[in-house]
């Protein structure tokens, strides 16, 4: 570890000496100028942020009394990475403008990403309806109602190869958001590639692949936590050998954000899921730098700007110390936390839709400051429906003026060396190892999981939050004030003959595929399962026999079983 020059330690040592003539003259200042022109202000109230975080009136360098330049902030693409991965961050390549998309039938979807290709977009990223997330097909009773509802419907290899036709997928990269049958679908993206003559070794993307944070937040959960565990690494596994250039799991705080988590609980719970995926990784056998380089983040951008800076600073310090100290990769690349971000769709309201273009802007613009490699910035519209073409436009362009107008990506971390910001970096840093001890002395993520630790922890900080906006203490512009009455503004509506268009090629698919073959293969991932191989190439070999979704979840489950969750009080 760098420590730096003689010459800055002298600096430092000085600094420290005059902390405490800095803390008297504060108090001072506060008890003789700040308390008596507060007097004269309306009554005085706590100022928290969105997670109920004390927020002090001033900060100066006795907030700091230990800091050190080189141990805890450096320079960007230096350990401990606060200020970034990279050397250059944003001036020398700009984030990835990746707006999350999908919608009714593969061709509807394939039509929209066309268009935000056309308009400017650099990545793709793919919505999944409800069944696909589910694991059944759209055919299936579970799927009556939902079908091309959220998500685009995908039920086996013919659907996904209209979804990227005409897309070369050795230029593109694509994020998919899926999860507990994410190895299936991935295996389906491989098997379109090949179609499209582009070797695995080439594509690049990620699938969320994220497993914990389902049984913590979003519950489109179907195998035990134990199975599914074991098909991530699998997962891990194969990409590092066969599909070198991508990620294999996004490790998602978002989710756990949008169930009401506060900033640090998302920050401590996703780290350590993270870590929980790593020990499973080493007990498979992997080398720790094998494969954590292909390791990414998926964080959520809230409204509180400057708490959501420090958020994504401290993680990347946090993941930088654990992956060298704590599990002793050697490469650099494996210290990086590279992750995209998503504008909080939970902070968005239907009341005065239009105000939901400023919050998305602040929420990218934290973001952008906090250092993302990649961005999806949420429509206006997407407390009603899917978001139209027009919202959809205003939100890239919102990142476009970002990048190209602002200034903000002129200099690498901006706020580096505040005394507010870092402070808070620190802070968050601190609470969140705390929330990581805590969890490895239960025994890790998944015992956590089983026992409903951090469960109960997001259920009662959404409880707080909902108290706090009853009681006005926290203001939702529009819903607890500065009300008024807004016209209804335009649509996306998913037409009835989606379902009926989709149920008609899967019934094609059914009937024109080689049964036998279909069969066989089935049989074998069944058998492979049992035997605790790895299973993608057995899911390869399913999905390009066109055996449906559905047909592959099932026969999974008669393996590994399907779980139910606890109930947890």
């Not at 420590?3 to 405490?20: D, F, I, L, N, Y």
């Not at 565990?229 to 599909?243: H, N, P, Q, R, S």
């Given at each position: 570890?760098?420590?730096?020059?003689?010459?800055?330690?002298?600096?430092?040592?000085?600094?420290?000496?005059?902390?405490?003539?800095?803390?008297?003259?504060y108090?001072?200042?506060?008890?003789?100028?700040?308390?008596?022109?507060?007097?004269?202000?309306?009554?005085?109230?706590?100022?928290?942020?969105?997670?109920g975080?004390?927020?002090?009136?001033l900060?100066?360098?006795?907030?700091?009394?230990?800091?050190?330049?080189?141990?805890?902030?450096?320079?960007?693409?230096?350990?401990?990475?606060?200020?970034?991965?990279?050397?250059?961050?944003?001036?020398?390549?700009?984030?990835?403008?990746?707006?999350?998309?999908?919608?009714?039938?593969?061709?509807?979807?394939?039509?929209?990403?066309?268009?935000?290709?056309?308009?400017?977009?650099?990545?793709?990223?793919?919505?999944?309806?409800?069944?696909?997330?589910?694991g059944?097909?759209?055919?299936?009773?579970?799927?009556?109602?939902?079908?091309?509802?959220?998500?685009?419907?995908?039920?086996?290899?013919?659907?996904?190869?209209?979804?990227?036709?005409?897309?070369?997928?050795?230029?593109?990269?694509?994020?998919?958001?899926?999860?507990?049958?994410?190895?299936?679908?991935w295996?389906?993206?491989?098997?379109?590639?090949?179609k499209?003559?582009?070797?695995?070794?080439?594509?690049?993307?990620?699938?969320?692949?994220?497993?914990?944070?389902?049984?913590?937040?979003?519950?489109?959960?179907?195998?035990?936590?134990?199975?599914s565990?074991?098909?991530?690494?699998?997962?891990?596994?194969?990409?590092?050998?066969?599909?070198?250039?991508w990620?294999?799991?996004?490790?998602?705080?978002?989710?756990?954000?949008?169930?009401?988590?506060?900033?640090?609980?998302?920050?401590?719970?996703?780290?350590?899921?993270?870590?929980?995926?790593?020990?499973?990784?080493?007990?498979?056998g992997?080398?720790?730098?094998?494969?954590?380089?292909?390791?990414?983040?998926?964080?959520?951008?809230?409204?509180?700007?400057?708490?959501?800076?420090?958020?994504?600073?401290?993680?990347?310090?946090?993941?930088?110390?654990?992956?060298?100290?704590?599990?002793?990769?050697?490469?650099?690349?494996?210290?990086?936390?590279?992750?995209?971000?998503?504008?909080?769709?939970?902070?968005?309201?239907?009341?005065?839709?239009?105000?939901?273009?400023?919050?998305?802007?602040?929420?990218?613009?934290?973001?952008?400051?906090?250092g993302?490699?990649?961005?999806?910035?949420?429509?206006?519209?997407?407390?009603?429906?899917?978001?139209?073409?027009?919202?959809?436009?205003?939100?890239?362009?919102?990142?476009?003026?970002?990048?190209?107008?602002?200034?903000?990506?002129n200099?690498?971390?901006?706020?580096?060396?505040?005394?507010?910001?870092?402070?808070?970096?620190?802070?968050?840093?601190r609470?969140?190892?705390?929330?990581?001890?805590?969890?490895?002395?239960?025994?890790?993520?998944?015992?956590?999981?089983?026992?409903?630790?951090?469960?109960?922890?997001?259920?009662?900080?959404?409880?707080?939050?909902?108290?706090?906006?009853?009681?006005?203490?926290?203001i939702?512009?529009?819903?607890?004030?500065?009300?008024?009455?807004?016209?209804?503004?335009?649509?996306?509506?998913?037409?009835?003959?989606?379902?009926?268009?989709?149920?008609?090629?899967l019934?094609?698919?059914?009937?024109?595929?080689?049964?036998?073959?279909?069969?066989?293969?089935?049989?074998?991932?069944?058998?492979?399962?049992?035997?605790?191989?790895?299973?993608?190439?057995?899911?390869?070999?399913?999905?390009?026999?066109y055996?449906?979704?559905?047909?592959?979840?099932?026969?999974?489950?008669?393996?590994?079983?399907?779980?139910?969750?606890?109930?947890?009080?």
């Open positions: 570890m760098r420590t730096g020059s003689r010459k800055e330690k002298s600096r430092v040592k000085e600094r420290r000496q005059k902390a405490p003539d800095i803390k008297r003259a108090e001072s200042w506060k008890r003789n100028k700040y308390s008596k022109a507060l007097e004269a202000c309306a009554p005085p109230k706590a100022f928290t942020t969105v997670s975080r004390k927020i002090k009136e900060y100066t360098p006795a907030d700091l009394p230990r800091f050190d330049f080189f141990r805890d902030l450096n320079f960007p693409g230096e350990y401990p990475f606060t200020r970034g991965i990279h050397p250059t961050m944003h001036r020398g390549r700009p984030w990835t403008m990746r707006q999350f998309s999908g919608f009714g039938t593969a061709e509807d979807t394939n039509k929209r990403y066309k268009y935000l290709l056309a308009h400017g977009q650099t990545g793709l990223s793919v919505a999944f309806h409800l069944p696909t997330l589910m059944v097909d759209s055919d299936h009773p579970l799927a009556k109602g939902e079908v091309g509802k959220c998500g685009v419907a995908i039920d086996s290899l013919a659907d996904m190869e209209v979804l990227f036709s005409g897309l070369p997928l050795d230029k593109i990269t694509t994020s998919m958001t899926i999860n507990a049958p994410a190895a299936v679908l295996a389906m993206y491989i098997a379109v590639a090949e499209q003559g582009v070797s695995p070794k080439v594509i690049s993307g990620t699938i969320q692949n994220d497993i914990l944070k389902e049984y913590i937040a979003q519950k489109t959960f179907v195998f035990p936590p134990r199975p565990m074991k098909l991530i690494v699998d997962t891990f596994e194969y990409g590092a050998k066969e599909v070198p250039r990620n294999t799991i996004s490790i998602s705080g978002y989710h756990i954000r949008e169930a009401g988590a506060t900033a640090v609980q998302e920050l401590a719970f996703t780290l350590r899921d993270g870590i929980e995926y790593v020990i499973w990784g080493l007990e498979r992997l080398e720790i730098d094998e494969f954590a380089p292909r390791l990414s983040y998926f964080f959520n951008s809230h409204n509180d700007f400057f708490e959501e800076i420090a958020k994504f600073r401290a993680a990347r310090t946090i993941w930088a110390e654990v992956m060298r100290d704590r599990f002793g990769a050697r490469s650099p690349r494996s210290w990086w936390l590279r992750f995209h971000t998503q504008t909080s769709g939970v902070s968005l309201v239907a009341q005065q839709p239009y105000n939901n273009v400023v919050r998305v802007a602040i929420q990218a613009l934290a973001a952008v400051l906090g993302t490699q990649s961005l999806h910035t949420n429509s206006l519209d997407e407390t009603f429906a899917l978001p139209s073409e027009d919202a959809v436009t205003i939100a890239l362009r919102t990142q476009q003026i970002l990048a190209h107008e602002s200034g903000v990506a200099t690498i971390d901006p706020l580096g060396g505040s005394y507010f910001v870092e402070a808070l970096t620190k802070e968050m840093e609470e969140a190892k705390d929330y990581i001890k805590k969890i490895d002395h239960m025994g890790g993520m998944v015992r956590a999981i089983e026992l409903g630790f951090p469960q109960k922890e997001i259920a009662d900080s959404a409880y707080w939050y909902q108290k706090a906006v009853d009681a006005k203490e926290k939702i512009v529009g819903v607890n004030a500065f009300e008024m009455e807004h016209e209804p503004i335009p649509l996306l509506e998913i037409d009835k003959a989606v379902a009926r268009q989709q149920l008609v090629r019934q094609s698919v059914r009937k024109n595929r080689e049964q036998a073959a279909v069969k066989k293969t089935l049989a074998n991932l069944k058998k492979a399962a049992r035997d605790e191989q790895n299973l993608m190439p057995y899911l390869l070999k399913c999905v390009k026999t055996a449906s979704l559905g047909e592959i979840m099932d026969a999974l489950k008669d393996v590994y079983g399907e779980y139910e969750e606890p109930v947890t009080f």
